[in-house]
């Protein structure tokens, strides 16, 4: 059981971190074109980046529902305690017996009060 649960969580992790290096590609591919059309001294060069605006919103929408995905749905069902559950059935009232106070007198300290 940990062992598939960790193959699990490390193939998540991988796929995961594909993704944020595709992300981190095709902002570099887009940073790089504006870069040479701000820096484009013939005015007559276009901006074209409808590819990597798409792959990035792509990727994005493919981040939000595989993280959504992979939420763990894991659910701790403890068991119930059967000779707590039939002493409660049987007896009607409640009695709660505190333990008695504690007094310890510590070396080198007087108490506040007498």
């Known amino acids: 059981m940990a062992l598939e649960f960790m193959t699990g969580a490390t193939v998540f992790a991988l796929i995961n971190l594909t993704l944020v290096l595709l992300v981190g590609f095709f902002v570099h591919r887009l940073a790089r074109k504006i870069h040479a059309y701000v820096n484009d001294e013939t005015g007559d060069g276009k901006l074209k980046y409808g590819f990597e605006l798409a792959s990035l919103i792509v990727i994005f929408i493919i981040m939000i529902f595989f993280g ?3 939420q763990p749905k894991l659910s ?13 059935n049987e007896t009607e ?3 709660i017996e505190p333990a ?3 007094t310890e007198t510590l070396k080198g300290f007087e108490p506040l009060k007498d």
């Open 100 to 102: 008695p106070p504690r």
């Open 68 to 70: 959504s995905a992979t």
């Open 76 to 88: 701790i069902d403890t068991p119930q305690n059967r000779d707590l559950i039939e002493y409660q």
């Open 93 to 95: 009232e409640i009695v």
